[in-house]
């Protein structure tokens, strides 16, 4: 299983969505077994998978409140008329794992391992901020994928203090193995002028970081939240969700060429 954690500091840059939309298309498009580890407490991914919050968490697991079975929920969509058992989890941090200290981290790496088997992949949707919830989620995955915005250039900025935070944890050995997926713009509008500058600025800046694919602004993806399912079950032959098939195809081929070069 490769732990995904979609990370930047800011709020509002499309965290949430890509890690619901990528688990959709990870699983529908490519047959993957997916983990989605909500770490927000506004339990967004939750909501937006399984039409509810969740009560038992990892955080009431570590409590010894209840087990890693009764906390692993799955998800049911609607395909046609009928209800289907995809092959996506939900795992949700629980709010007041902000309280975490080191003892806990290991606790949650621990935990994390017992599901190694059981996915593909795991994304982590992280809370916005260096929370303790976020830099807990960083120590235990194995890359960081940075969703970014074109609209204005706050998002972007982002980048250094993710770049910063990475690097600290490799050096004080929180995460030895930690390393950049990329960066996935997760929401332009290629009608706007500076949507078009800044994403050529990302193209000059970051250079092979920045993921080929761009996810553009569109009104399914609102709409996927509000029925409560990835865009991809949502409206599968819509625009953005092939932009969605593109970056989880993208996805697979970075990890891929990653773990070749490691040689695993
Ligand atoms: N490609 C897109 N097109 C239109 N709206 C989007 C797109 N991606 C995200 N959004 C919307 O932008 C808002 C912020 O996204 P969200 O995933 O909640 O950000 P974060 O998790 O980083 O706070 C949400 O209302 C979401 O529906
Ligand atoms: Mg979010």
């Not at 732990?3 to 509002?12: M, S, V």
């Amino acid at each position: 299983m490769f732990k995904i954690a979609l990370f930047n500091q800011k709020g509002g840059v499309g965290k949430s969505a890509a890690t619901v939309n990528l688990a959709g298309c990870l699983e529908r498009e490519f047959k993957k077994r997916v983990l989605v580890m909500d770490c927000d407490a506004q339990q967004n991914s939750s909501l937006h998978l399984l039409n509810t919050r969740v009560d038992n968490t990892i955080r009431k697991i570590l409590d010894g409140e209840t087990t890693l079975e009764k906390s692993i929920y799955p998800v049911q969509l609607e395909v046609g008329n009928k209800l289907v058992n995809t092959k996506i989890d939900v795992l949700a941090s629980g709010m007041d794992i902000d309280l975490l200290g080191p003892t806990d981290v290991k606790a949650y790496k621990k935990l994390t391992d017992q599901l190694e088997e059981k996915y593909d992949y795991c994304l982590i949707d992280c809370p916005p901020q260096k929370m303790a919830t976020a830099i807990t989620s960083l120590c235990a995955c194995d890359y960081v994928l940075v969703p970014i915005l074109t609209e204005t250039d706050e998002s972007i900025q982002g980048w250094d203090m993710v770049m910063d935070l990475v690097n600290e944890l490799k050096t004080n050995r929180l995460n030895e193995t930690i390393s950049i997926l990329g960066l996935l713009i997760t929401r332009t509008n290629k009608t706007r002028k500076l949507d078009r500058q800044l994403t050529e600025y990302c193209r000059s800046t970051f250079g092979d970081y920045l993921f080929d694919t761009t996810i553009r602004e569109a009104q399914d993806i609102r709409d996927s939240y509000m029925y409560r399912k990835p865009v991809v079950y949502y409206r599968k032959t819509c625009n953005v969700s092939k932009d969605y098939i593109s970056a989880a195809k993208e996805l697979i081929k970075r990890i891929d060429i990653r773990q070749r070069k490691v040689g695993v």
